[in-house]
Every structure is written in C-alpha cells, then in structure tokens.
C-alpha cells in the first residue's frame, strides 16, 4: 500500500474533525419555492422545457442540455412552474432558472427509483440514461459527466479514477460516503467499467482517512478490475492533474484532457450519481453537503434536494453560536464567499462553511520578499511570482510565456506567501482575460 502523492503542494490546517464522525442526515424538504438555474455546469445552459403554470413531478426534466457540452436540470420536487425568469445565483450573477412551488406530495416520474440491471444495457444506453440523468462532475468543475465517457477512443483507457481524496479543508461529504455508502460507489464505478474493457478502477483516497480506506478495501475485495489507492495527505491532493500524476505517474496540462493520458477522474458523488441513475432510475436531484465552521452550533452533513435554499439550512446545524464574520461555499482554498444565502443549492454546491475570523481580511499584502516559497508550493511547477509581476503590469504576453495558463488557481501560492499577496486573485483575472482574448480571436 503505497501512499503515492506529487510535487509542490501545502498541509493547511483541515478543519474536518467538526464533522467527519457526523453521520449523512437527509433534510425534510421545506415547502415553498425551489429554484433550479439553467447554468449549473461547464458549457451552454440548459434551455427550459416547461412553463409558467405546468405541473411537474420528481425526476422530470425541465431544462435541456443546448450543446455537446451542456447539461440536462430535473426537477427535485413535485408542483407547478411559477416563473422562468433570471435569478441570483451562488456568485452573485444572474441566470434563467425554473422556479417550482413544491406540492409536498414528491410524486415521481414512472419508474423512479426502480432497480434497473445495468449489465442488460448496452454501452451507448448507459451514456444516454448519464445524459438523461444531467450528471456533472460534483466536486465542483461541473463538467458534464455524459461527455467524459465517450472519449474518441474508449480502448486507449487505462484507469477510472474515483476521487476520494477531498483534500479540501473543513469538507467530509465525500468521506462520510465512502463510509455509508460504500456499494453504491463500487456500483457506480463498475457502471463505468463496463464502458472501458481494458481499464482498471482506482479509488483514490488519501491516508488521513483511514476509516474511509477500510471500508472501501472491504467493499472491492472481491473486485478483480477495482483496487484502493492510498495517497499523501497533501493540497490539492484532488485536483485533476495532481490525483493523475500520483495515481499514474502520469502528467496532462491545460491543452490536454485526462482521456489523452487514459484516464478518466470521477468525484465520489458523481460515481455515486451514475450508480443512482443507471441501477435506481433516480436522476441527479440530491446531492450531499457540509455544514461546517467555527461559527455553526452544530456542523453536519446533509442530503439535499437540489433547488432548496441555502439560508434554510442554516438552521440543519441548529443556527450558529456567533454571527460568522464570512461565509463561504466550498472550501477556504478554492471556495468562494457568498454575500446572500438566499441562492439555490445547485449540483456543484458543497458546503457551506461559517468562518468566525477572515484570515484573508487580517492581513495587508506587502511587497515580494522573493522569498521562492510560493515556487517550491506550485504543484504545476510554475513561477507564481513571475507571474503575478507579468499580470499586475497587464503583460499577457509574458504571462502566458510563463506558462501562466497552466495555473488551476488552487490557492497554495498564496497560503504559502508570507506577504500575503492576493497571487491566486491576480492569475484568475489574468487568465479570464487571456481566454476572453482568444474567444474574440
């Protein structure tokens, strides 16, 4: 049992002791609105199917995918379609959404929930129910998950990989599902095994987790073509590039996908998504979540119905002991805050963390000591502080020579800055701007 990791990365304080021995509680749905927005992925937004005054049921699609890379939206709850039209999101923009008055009465769509053999389906069945289902990569990319399964040339995969490592700080959804629901993850990764003939299933976890790997040893005992691969406890341990470069040894970059390097990478609740909705007929309509900070009375984990509003389920961790002086969805390193917890729980939706100090806030950036710290930090092996000089002075050019673009903005760099310069901020501004130049082009 090798414990397998990659160069660069930081050991942040993890948080996950607030909530890792809690276990998955589901939340009663609350009557009222569910707001589903039509952008809740990577690519082109859904277009609405229903309109205002139609009846909808559990499980029933109301947004379909518009492109290759787009995905479908059903609908979590039973009731009647009271508006389509713009609302807040997560991050403060605006998008079309499909806003559901819940019944209460939860009735699904025929078949819902039904057991479905998957080894009777053919192989492009399995993509189309994927498809069907709006399935997205839930660790947060929201990439969607249909596509990645029909690489150009299914043969040349050599490895699934399930991404158990939640290298995260504060987030134990994923561990408590590997705790709870081991079969399911083992089924959703043999669903996908039976796409790709010549590949072996890894799930990725790292070794801070201990309980997570014996459960999931002992579910794959039995396994021939599935093994646990235990990794480092490092950040970004989970990141795509650097859970395929300590898995497999080997390297992609930016202008490569993981299926060049015969790879495909699966977060623990996507695995479990496609499990769910080839073998149970259930589409992505839940997902689970971390209530966690200093600030919640109660940290939790909780099962969700997508669409539910953020603001009520503060009160799931039983409301919080002090006002939290910032909130944030995701993780400290690659969240972002929220300034409104009235948005919709959308599938990328992770957590909801309540800080009761902002380290960020704490500290004025001073000027480059060129210390090289952030350097030794980078897991793609860049030169942040070359970079950062090359985009504060709006030298695209030198910025991307420095390989700038390689950046995924995982946020080691300015952990590690003891000038606590806003470096990750700089690279994501200067890489938006790059590709808004290059879209024009």
């Known amino acids: 049992m090798s414990n397998a990791t990659f160069r660069g990365g930081v050991h942040p304080y993890e948080g996950k002791e607030l909530s890792q021995d809690l276990p998955i509680k589901t939340v009663k749905p609350a009557m009222g609105e569910y707001i589903f927005p039509m952008a809740q992925h990577i690519g082109a937004p859904a277009t609405p199917v229903v309109s205002k005054g139609d009846k909808v049921l559990v499980g029933q699609k109301i947004g379909e995918a518009s492109g290759f890379i787009s995905a479908n939206i059903c609908s979590s709850v ?71 399964l029909a690489p150009k040339d299914p043969n040349a995969i050599d490895y699934i990989l399930v991404n158990g490592a939640e290298c995260e700080p504060y987030l134990t959804s994923d561990y408590r599902q590997m705790l709870e629901c081991p079969e399911e993850i083992v089924g959703g990764l043999k669903v996908i095994l039976k796409l790709f003939d010549k590949a072996k299933g890894l799930i990725c976890i790292e070794d801070n987790k201990p309980e997570a790997i014996k459960r999931m040893e002992a579910a794959v005992q039995s396994e ?28 992609i970059y930016s202008a490569k996908l993981p299926a060049d390097a015969g790879c495909i990478v699966d977060n623990i609740s996507t695995v479990i998504a ?90 004025e950036p001073s000027p480059c000591i060129r210390c090289g710290r952030c350097v030794e930090a980078c897991p793609g092996n860049l030169v942040p502080q070359k970079m950062a000089v090359a985009a504060s002075h709006n030298d695209y050019a030198t910025f991307e020579k420095l390989n700038g673009m390689e950046c995924y ?33």
Do not use: W
């Open 78 to 148: 039973s009731g009647t379609v009271k508006a389509v039209e713009p609302r807040m999101l997560l991050n403060g923009s605006k998008a079309t959404c499909v806003v559901v008055d819940n019944d209460g009465e939860y009735a699904g769509i025929p078949g819902l929930g039904e057991d479905r053999d998957y080894t009777k389906l053919t192989n492009d069945e399995i993509r189309d129910i994927v498809k069907e289902a709006g399935i997205v990569g839930m660790g947060g990319a929201g990439f969607p998950t249909n596509v990645k």
């Open 274 to 363: 496609i499990y769910r909705a080839v073998c149970k007929q259930t589409p992505l309509i839940t997902r689970v979540m971390t209530l966690t900070g200093e600030a919640f009375k109660t940290p939790v984990n909780v099962e969700v119905r997508l669409g539910c509003n953020h603001a009520d389920l503060v009160a799931e961790g039983d409301g919080y002991k002090e006002d939290p002086v910032k909130v944030i969805s995701g993780g400290p390193m690659m969240g972002f805050a929220m300034f409104d917890l009235n948005v919709p729980v959308t599938k990328t939706s992770s957590s909801i963390l309540a800080m009761t100090r902002d380290q960020v806030a704490e500290f």
């Open 224 to 251: 021939s073509r599935i093994e646990v691969k235990v990794l480092k406890t490092k950040y970004p341990q989970g990141g795509e590039r650097t859970l395929i470069s300590a898995a497999t040894g080997r390297k």
């Open 409 to 441: 903005e995982c946020g080691s760099c300015t952990f590690v800055c003891p000038a606590k310069r806003p470096l990750t901020q700089t690279f994501k501004e200067a890489r938006q701007h790059v590709m808004a130049q290059r879209r024009k082009k």
